[in-house]
């Protein structure tokens, strides 16, 4: 059992390596197997493990990689993350990846794909369509086409068939990760103080550079750790973070929030690694092949501003979120210019008015560098709630 410590250290490593060594290091042991690179938010990372290959997260460079080329490709009102990701890919970061999946998010990113294209950035590149439509027949038919165009690229490299088998052992594996990241969430809700907000941003972001099963041996030695009594308690107030689903806080940021007074029990960071809420089933007898990663999107989701929801309103669902996490206030950061959130947030900030919730609200980009103002509003939010309630 590794001491937590070292854990730690080891997948703040990991989470911002630049040059995804782990996984080069990996697809470099068999000729057979792939990279595929993906964007937040979500992507089922099953159906690629089950073809023998394994999804890497394309998540920036957030603020350890300088911009130059990158400006170039994107209006200065664009957010900041396509520009990092176009950094990463002109300095050739991304060259042993055998594809790419740009997940439905916004326009941005839909041109983002098309730019990957025009620059010949891997042996395929899809953009990825969500159905909005979640009747099983319509829109469950739609995103199955939608996923296996993905498994028929990925076979035109690498020849690799995916039976149920091997899909069922994939959804095994991962449904084991979602669950151990749950009992982590879980932990934290009563004990905030035994894992910082940062530990926990930096052990999510290793799992989307590592395999699945050295990533969930971390969160079984993580979650034996943070099981004990460890560390002291602080006056703090318990916030849920929302609006940081795609482009990235700098973890700066996730530490400034704690050290202004909050614990971060709940966030919408790397969403992705948490997006289905309950176990995916295995595959069954007459059941078509991703007929059970189709379900569990369609009826076993979290909500976030890039998913249609008009018959489960997102705000019902936070409202929701807030009462489970038994938290004290909200906290809205999102990326400067970021649509998708910035559309969502009067109607999410009109709830918490309605139901009474304290709530905070500004913007990031992901190379932020100074956080003195942020810090000095959060601890205004966090005092008022401690002196108030």
Same mark, same amino acid.
């Given at each position: 059992?590794?001491?937590?410590?070292?854990?730690?250290?080891?997948?703040?490593?990991?989470?911002?390596?630049?040059?995804?060594?782990?996984?080069?290091?990996?697809?470099?042991?068999?000729?057979?197997?792939?990279?595929?690179?993906?964007?937040?938010?979500?992507?089922?990372?099953?159906?690629?493990?089950?073809?023998?290959?394994?999804?890497?997260?394309?998540?920036?460079?957030?603020?350890?990689?300088?911009?130059?080329?990158?400006?170039?490709?994107?209006?200065?009102?664009?957010?900041?993350?396509?520009?990092?990701?176009?950094?990463?890919?002109?300095?050739?970061?991304?060259?042993?990846?055998?594809?790419?999946?740009?997940?439905?998010?916004?326009?941005?990113?839909?041109?983002?794909?098309?730019?990957?294209?025009?620059?010949?950035?891997?042996?395929?590149?899809?953009?990825?369509?969500?159905?909005?439509?979640?009747?099983?027949?319509?829109?469950?038919?739609?995103?199955?086409?939608?996923?296996?165009?993905?498994?028929?690229?990925?076979?035109?490299?690498?020849?690799?068939?995916?039976?149920?088998?091997?899909?069922?052992?994939?959804?095994?594996?991962?449904?084991?990760?979602?669950?151990?990241?749950?009992?982590?969430?879980?932990?934290?809700?009563?004990?905030?103080?035994?894992?910082?907000?940062?530990?926990?941003?930096?052990?999510?972001?290793?799992?989307?550079?590592?395999?699945?099963?050295?990533?969930?041996?971390?969160?079984?030695?993580?979650?034996?750790?943070?099981?004990?009594?460890?560390?002291?308690?602080?006056?703090?107030?318990?916030?849920?973070?929302?609006?940081?689903?795609? #482009?990235?806080?700098?973890?700066? *940021? =996730? $530490? @400034?929030?704690?050290?202004? !007074?909050?614990?971060?029990?709940?966030?919408? /960071?790397?969403?992705?690694?948490?997006?289905?809420?309950?176990?995916?089933?295995?595959?069954?007898?007459?059941?078509?092949?991703?007929?059970?990663?189709?379900?569990?999107?369609?009826?076993?989701?979290?909500?976030?501003?890039?998913?249609?929801?008009?018959?489960?309103?997102? #705000?019902?669902?936070?409202?929701? *979120? =807030? $009462? @489970?996490?038994?938290?004290? !206030?909200?906290?809205?950061?999102?990326?400067? /210019?970021?649509?998708?959130?910035?559309?969502?947030?009067?109607?999410?900030?009109?709830?918490?008015?309605?139901?009474?919730?304290?709530?905070?609200?500004?913007?990031?980009?992901?190379?932020?560098?100074?956080?003195?103002?942020?810090?000095?509003?959060?601890?205004?939010?966090?005092?008022?709630?401690?002196?108030?309630?």
């Amino acid at each position: 059992m590794e001491a937590l410590k070292d854990i730690l250290a080891t997948c703040e490593e990991i989470a911002f390596d630049l040059n995804f060594t782990r996984a080069k290091e990996w697809k470099s042991q068999d000729d057979n197997r792939v990279i595929v690179g993906y964007m937040p938010i979500y992507f089922p990372r099953e159906i690629i493990h089950a073809a023998n290959g394994m999804t890497v997260g394309i998540l920036g460079g957030g603020d350890r990689k300088m911009i130059i080329k990158g400006d170039a490709y994107y209006q200065s009102y664009i957010c900041h993350i396509p520009r990092s990701i176009m950094e990463l890919a002109l300095d050739g970061h991304f060259d042993s990846f055998d594809g790419f999946i740009f997940p439905s998010i916004c326009d941005v990113i839909r041109n983002l794909s098309g730019t990957f294209q025009i620059l010949g950035k891997g042996k395929f590149v899809k953009y990825m369509d969500y159905p909005q439509n979640f009747v099983a027949n319509i829109g469950g038919e739609f995103y199955e086409n939608e996923l296996q165009n993905v498994l028929d690229e990925v076979y035109k490299i690498n020849h690799v068939k995916v039976t149920p088998e091997k899909l069922n052992h994939s959804i095994k594996l991962f449904n084991k990760n979602r669950e151990l990241l749950r009992k982590i969430y879980d932990i934290r809700q009563e004990f905030p103080w035994r894992l910082t907000a940062a530990d926990v941003y930096h052990i999510v972001r290793a799992g989307y550079m590592i395999p699945v099963e050295e990533h969930n041996q971390i969160l079984e030695d993580v979650v034996y750790h943070i099981s004990q009594d460890i560390n002291e308690p602080l006056d703090n107030i318990r916030v849920v973070v929302m609006g940081a689903f795609c #482009e990235q806080p700098p973890v700066g *940021l =996730i $530490k @400034t929030i704690e050290l202004a !007074g909050c614990y971060v029990v709940e966030d919408d /960071f790397l969403l992705g690694a948490r997006w289905i809420q309950k176990d995916i089933q295995e595959i069954k007898a007459g059941g078509t092949l991703l007929s059970s990663i189709s379900y569990a999107f369609l009826n076993n989701s979290t909500y976030s501003s890039s998913l249609y929801d008009a018959e489960d309103p997102k #705000e019902r669902r936070l409202l929701e *979120l =807030i $009462k @489970t996490r038994k938290v004290d !206030g909200i906290i809205f950061a999102a990326p400067s /210019f970021c649509d998708p959130a910035l559309l969502d947030h009067p109607i999410l900030q009109k709830a918490c008015e309605v139901n009474n919730v304290r709530y905070i609200s500004f913007l990031f980009s992901e190379n932020t560098g100074q956080f003195k103002v942020i810090k000095e509003q959060i601890g205004t939010f966090s005092d008022s709630i401690k002196l108030w309630e």
